[in-house]
């Protein structure tokens, strides 16, 4: 039994790519079929596969059906975080995503998922990124309305992933693997509520996607840090190779 993650699938089989990097970059070429051409490979029956976000670019239930489908049918137990761009997945109602695919797909927003001993906990996350101004290479001012507008969405995913490690202890969990779509911290960051919930639960990992482009990959945590194993899985990044997490 294993355990793989990876993020940013941006599937677009009913929809038009509303991304230009995703049209231009070669790392995105037939990525659909690159993609489950390496499940198929390394995935089995009895695997766990987290998808860190960003599905599909359908808006609503109805445009993003076929790309669920899709990934409905990849191998093994597959387990999906809410991305930025997920707007067929309404937050309040994640409960009857979950009936709806009922034995097909898990949607993770305030509950959590078992994986033997382990509970797999997550939400979309959020991080500020501006926009900045900067002069030279130093950042020297940003949008501080922006900002604030990011501290509420920081706060309100932050309560959802208390919930969600709440959920795993109130059940007897106590081992926690930590997901997230955006990056645990901005680029002017090393700590944030994210991270410390991180801490505090004990994660022992904490994987998030979101970062396209060579430019982007490094805008977070990667290594260890505070005792902690972060990783980006986005799927440009990893070239469409599921990450073995464990
Ligand atoms: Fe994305
Ligand atoms: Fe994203």
Redesign the pocket.
């Known amino acids: 039994m294993s355990l793989y993650a990876i993020g ?1 699938l941006h599937l677009h089989f009913q929809t038009l790519v509303k991304a230009a990097g995703q049209l231009r970059d070669p790392a995105w070429r037939d990525h659909e079929a690159v993609f489950r051409r390496n499940c198929k490979r390394m995935i089995r029956p009895e695997d766990t596969l987290v998808l860190a ?2 599905h599909s670019w359908g808006r609503n239930l109805t445009e993003a059906g076929q790309d669920l489908e899709w990934i409905a049918a990849l191998p093994g137990r597959k387990i999906l975080l809410r ?3 997920d707007m067929f997945w309404d937050a309040k109602k994640t409960a009857s995503l979950n009936t709806l695919y009922a034995r097909k797909l898990f949607f993770l927003q305030n509950n959590y998922a078992a994986y033997g001993d382990i509970a797999l906990v997550g939400t979309k996350g959020y991080t500020f990124e501006g926009p900045f101004y900067v002069r030279g290479r130093r950042i020297v001012d940003w949008d501080r309305e922006e900002e604030r507008h990011a501290e509420k969405l920081v706060e309100r995913e932050a309560e959802r992933l208390e919930a969600s490690f709440a959920a795993a202890r109130a059940d007897g969990f106590s081992r926690f693997i930590m997901f997230l ?2 990056p645990p911290t901005s680029i002017l960051e090393r700590n944030s509520v994210f991270t410390a919930m991180a801490e505090k639960y004990g994660a022992e990992q904490v994987i998030y ?2 970062c396209h482009g060579e430019s982007r990959f490094r805008d977070s945590l990667e290594g260890r840090h505070h005792g902690i194993l972060y990783r980006l899985v986005s799927g440009d990044y990893l070239r469409w190779m599921p990450e073995k997490i464990l």
């Open positions: 940013d976000g960003d991305g930025n761009h779509h955006y996607a979101h």
